[in-house]
């Protein structure tokens, strides 16, 4: 009997995932959304599936001039930007000398480090910064994704199975040196936390939310909206120094500050006992300071549906066990807004210069 309901369910998981591939997959993927009270599908950035018989929009026509960004004589077309076996590096002066496996990756089975996570290890909203991170948790994680300890809470998060087969198929050599290298880029100032009652309209595409041209505002609601400072420094031209703007509801990051400092009367535990009293880590404890709230409300809501069971996750266990979505707004705002050193030749250096 079960076993007959499991092949019909494997059976017609199958066919799902066959129409997905036939339409292209993509973030439409087969599975179904997590739903609840819990789930920051903000986090995530699925985008919808299409309509049914919607037609499919034609490709843009390729773009083969040369691409120059603020702050470098460097230069480059789109397909040498977004070159899986070795992305433009518009700014090495910025970063140590990479080793191969983070610069270029081992064909065919490993993509480039630096193409998602960029050369200075920053990282965009749908994958992660691992800038600064402990050698021995970087390594630790890595074979968490290669032993099955760590998957997406939202198994439509296509980019997280992509990054499990990487780590399947990378040596302990080649995960210790990007380890090292990743590691030895300090985590500097990313994010800018912003209180908004209304955002400007976005929509999901590759899991970042880009702002829809001409759409107006709409009301934040309970959500932490990421988006890039500039859209097209992100996409197509993946500015390395162009990072990301996070609003989030009018009060969160005071209310976060308790959460986070004080546990909220048993609601979560302190994360300053773990963290670091700056958050910044502790020893083998990963920094969360100044990071995206994307990525940290996807590893907490991932923790908690068990997705992501790895041994040390068991110490998050309990901090995460009662978190809801509003909690994740709340906490994440306040954690992705503690300042950071600002990184050398940032837009955002001097933003926050003229802030203050
Ligand atoms: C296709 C894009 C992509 C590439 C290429 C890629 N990653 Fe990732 N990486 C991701 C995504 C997506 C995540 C997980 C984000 C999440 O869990 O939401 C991730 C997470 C990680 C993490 C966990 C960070 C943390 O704070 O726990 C590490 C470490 C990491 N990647 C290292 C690497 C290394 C080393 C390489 C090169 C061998 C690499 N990645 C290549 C997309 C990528
Ligand atoms: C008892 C110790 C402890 C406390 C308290 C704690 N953490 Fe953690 N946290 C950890 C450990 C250890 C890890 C690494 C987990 C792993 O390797 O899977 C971690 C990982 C994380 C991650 C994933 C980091 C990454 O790069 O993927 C996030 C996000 C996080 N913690 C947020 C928090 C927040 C927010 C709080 C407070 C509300 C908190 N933690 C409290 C020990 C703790």
């Known amino acids: 009997?079960?076993?007959?309901?499991?092949?019909?369910?494997?059976?017609?998981?199958?066919?799902?995932?066959?129409?997905?591939?036939?339409?292209?997959?993509?973030?439409?993927?087969?599975?179904?959304?997590?739903?609840?009270?819990?789930?920051?599908?903000?986090?995530?950035?699925?985008?919808?599936?299409?309509?049914?018989?919607?037609?499919?929009?034609?490709?843009?026509?390729e773009d083969t001039s040369v691409h120059h960004i603020a702050g470098t004589t460097r230069a480059f077309t789109i397909a040498q930007v977004v070159d899986l076996r070795g992305p433009a590096d518009w700014f090495p002066e910025d970063h140590p000398a990479m080793p191969s496996i983070v610069a270029v990756g081992r064909q065919p089975a490993v993509r480039s480090c630096s193409y998602c996570h960029y050369p200075n290890g920053k990282g965009r909203s749908s994958n992660g910064g691992v800038a600064g991170l402990p050698v021995s948790y970087i390594v630790q994680t890595l074979n968490d994704f290669k032993n099955g300890l760590r998957k997406p809470g939202d198994p439509r998060k296509v980019n997280v199975n992509q990054m499990i087969t990487f780590a399947k198929n990378l040596t302990p050599e080649e995960m210790q040196s990007a380890a090292e290298y990743f590691s030895s880029t300090p985590w500097t100032q990313w994010i800018r936390v912003v209180e908004a009652k209304t955002i400007p309209k976005t929509e999901a595409e590759g899991s970042i939310f880009f702002k829809e041209k001409g759409a107006g505002v709409e009301?934040?609601?309970?959500?932490?909206?990421?988006?890039?400072?500039?859209?097209?420094?992100?996409?197509?031209?993946?500015?390395?120094?162009?990072?990301?703007?996070?609003y989030v509801p009018p009060g969160a990051v005071k209310k976060g500050e308790a959460l986070v400092t004080t546990g909220g009367n048993g609601k979560t535990v302190a994360c300053t006992t773990c963290h670091g009293a700056d958050l910044r880590g502790n020893g083998p404890v990963p920094g969360i300071a100044g990071r995206s709230p994307s990525y940290l409300a996807r590893q907490m809501y991932d923790i908690q549906v068990g997705a992501r069971h790895g041994e040390w996750a068991e110490l998050m266990k309990p901090v995460v066990a009662k978190l809801t979505n509003e909690d994740m707004v709340y906490i994440t705002a306040y954690v992705s807004s503690r300042p950071m050193p600002p990184a050398p030749g940032s837009k955002l250096q001097q933003q926050s210069a003229s802030n203050r």
Do not use: C, H
Request: avoid cysteine; glycine fraction near 8%; hydrophobic fraction near 40%.
């Open 1 to 61: 009997m079960t076993k007959t309901l499991f092949s019909i369910a494997a059976i017609s998981a199958l066919a799902v995932a066959v129409v997905a591939a036939q339409r292209g997959g993509g973030d439409a993927a087969a599975a179904p959304a997590p739903s609840g009270p819990n789930y920051p599908a903000w986090a995530y950035a699925i985008t919808p599936p299409p309509p049914p018989g919607a037609p499919r929009p034609p490709a843009p026509p």
């Open 219 to 246: 009301p934040i609601g309970m959500r932490v909206i990421e988006t890039p400072e500039d859209d097209e420094q992100t996409e197509p031209l993946r500015n390395p120094r162009s990072g990301f703007i996070a």
